[in-house]
């Protein structure tokens, strides 16, 4: 299961947010049931970004979700969003990528 999670950071707090995924990235990668995290950039405004992930399992997703990582990471970046963050839990159809 993919998740795609969009956030659009205030421009005064990107540079914040890009830190902070530093310091945290390894965390939600290795976090159990999740294959593998990418931070993707949105190239007309920076500001908005895509968090990629693949889970094994919906529940992997929710165990992550309900989480002390998850909790502690989104309560310090909520802050910093311009807009309300959008989500969606998806299927791939077609996977013609090697990764």
């Given at each position: 299961?993919?998740r795609i999670?969009?956030?659009?950071?205030?421009?005064d707090?990107?540079?914040n947010f890009?830190?902070?995924?530093?310091?945290?990235?390894?965390?939600?990668?290795?976090?159990?049931?999740?294959?593998?995290?990418?931070?993707?950039?949105?190239?007309?405004?920076p500001?908005?970004?895509?968090?990629?992930?693949?889970?094994?399992t919906?529940?992997?997703?929710?165990?992550?979700r309900?989480?002390?990582?998850?909790?502690?990471?989104w309560?310090?970046i909520?802050?910093?969003?311009a807009?309300?963050?959008?989500?969606?839990s998806?299927?791939?159809?077609f996977?013609?990528?090697?990764?």
């Amino acid at each position: 299961m993919i998740r795609i999670v969009q956030l659009h950071f205030q421009e005064d707090k990107l540079a914040n947010f890009l830190t902070f995924f530093d310091s945290v990235k390894e965390k939600v990668n290795t976090f159990p049931g999740c294959n593998g995290m990418q931070l993707l950039q949105d190239k007309a405004n920076p500001c908005i970004v895509f968090t990629y992930s693949n889970w094994n399992t919906p529940a992997d997703l929710e165990n992550y979700r309900t989480s002390e990582t998850f909790i502690g990471i989104w309560s310090t970046i909520k802050p910093w969003f311009a807009e309300k963050a959008a989500a969606w839990s998806v299927d791939a159809y077609f996977d013609g990528f090697e990764f």
